[in-house]
């Protein structure tokens, strides 16, 4: 249920319509993200039926999905999250920051492009290794555009019965074209992966087909993001359906740098940070977190008013273990 300072905040601002709709909402996001669908959807409705602002309703908040979008069967396919991180909270390399600058731009001035007949960017595809960016990358478009993320559950989509993975994807898309929103699909390469390939059965072609069909249609007015690490397994036609597709690679020592300031940016250190970037060469941004995460935990259990180069070696001799335990149990599969 909802947090006392969250009850205090919404009975403060009764005969305030516009904050006492803004306290409710954020009783109803949270209710939402708890999992209690229902509740949030039954709020939702008794707000907009009982509490108007003094433009009507407003806009739509932020990472908050429609009433009959709640209650909608299909939101079984996807986890529905309010986007907090934007672009200042991302190290990227020029050529992403190019491309998301440019898809977000259009994106917020589609009305302009569109009454001269020109079709926005709305499909994006993020390639490279784990750990790299791509689904916080989904996360900051969705916040730069002020939308919902609804990223799909590929455990749910595909099915072993014979034609419920087209059925699904086509449940999916409709689900997320009814509101504007983000629809990340993540694991891409399960989904669309090469008809060409001699060890896919029927089944998987046909699915691939139907999911070539359904981008072509997508025609919400918000964005489809797909990402894959297996980009190579990926059948040929998926490419240009595409509007721009963005490569992630590891981190260089420029962007370790970039990205230590970030991580620990609320936590002071008692070291030069430069003197560990060539150290953390080879890790991806996930493992650097993990890392920094680690030395801050460390720091704060020990009562430490800042991290020590100490906790940052231990940490990541943690990582180093479990590289080691990673690298072992795929030689041991292969």
């Not at 390399?93 to 994106?107: C, H, N, T, V």
């Not at 609804?150 to 099915?159: E, G």
């Not at 086509?170 to 997320?176: K, S």
Request: proline share 4%; net charge positive; glycine share 6%.
């Amino acid at each position: 249920m909802a947090k006392a300072d969250q009850i205090k905040r919404l009975i403060a601002s009764y005969g305030r319509p516009e904050e006492f709709r803004a306290a409710a909402t954020k009783i109803i996001e949270d209710e939402h993200r708890k999992g209690h669908v229902p509740l949030a959807a039954s709020l939702k409705r008794t707000l907009d039926a009982h509490v108007r602002t003094g433009s009507g309703q407003g806009p739509q908040p932020s990472g908050l999905i429609d009433a009959d979008l709640l209650s909608d069967p299909a939101l079984e396919l996807v986890d529905v999250a309010e986007p907090k991180r934007g672009l200042a909270d991302i190290v990227l390399a020029a050529e992403a920051k190019g491309s998301f600058d440019r898809l977000i731009e259009e994106q917020k001035r589609a009305d302009e492009l569109r009454r001269h007949k020109l079709p926005v960017r709305a499909k994006i595809l993020l390639c490279g290794p784990p750990g790299c960016g791509k689904t916080l990358s989904a996360e900051v478009i969705a916040r730069e555009l002020d939308l919902p993320l609804l990223t799909a559950r590929t455990d749910m989509l595909i099915s072993s019965l014979l034609g419920q993975t087209a059925s699904n994807l086509r449940r999916l898309f409709d689900y997320a074209s009814r509101q504007p929103s983000v629809l990340f699909l993540d694991e891409f390469d399960a989904l669309a992966r090469s008809r060409t390939d001699s060890g896919e059965h029927n089944e998987l072609r046909r699915v691939v087909n139907s999911l070539l069909g359904m981008i072509d249609r997508y025609k919400s007015r918000g964005v489809l993001v797909a990402a894959t690490n297996l980009e190579t397994s990926l059948d040929e036609a998926i490419w240009r359906r595409f509007d721009d597709v963005v490569s992630f690679t590891l981190p260089t020592a420029d962007d370790i740098a970039a990205h230590l300031a970030l991580l620990f940016k609320n936590y002071p250190v008692n070291f030069d940070l430069a003197s560990i970037v060539q150290k953390l060469v080879g890790l991806s941004y996930a493992d650097i977190e993990r890392v920094a995460q680690d030395a801050i935990k460390t720091s704060i259990l020990k009562k430490r008013t800042s991290v020590t180069e100490t906790d940052v070696a231990a940490a990541m001799k943690g990582e180093a273990r479990r590289t080691a335990a990673r690298r072992r149990d795929r030689s041991a599969r292969s």
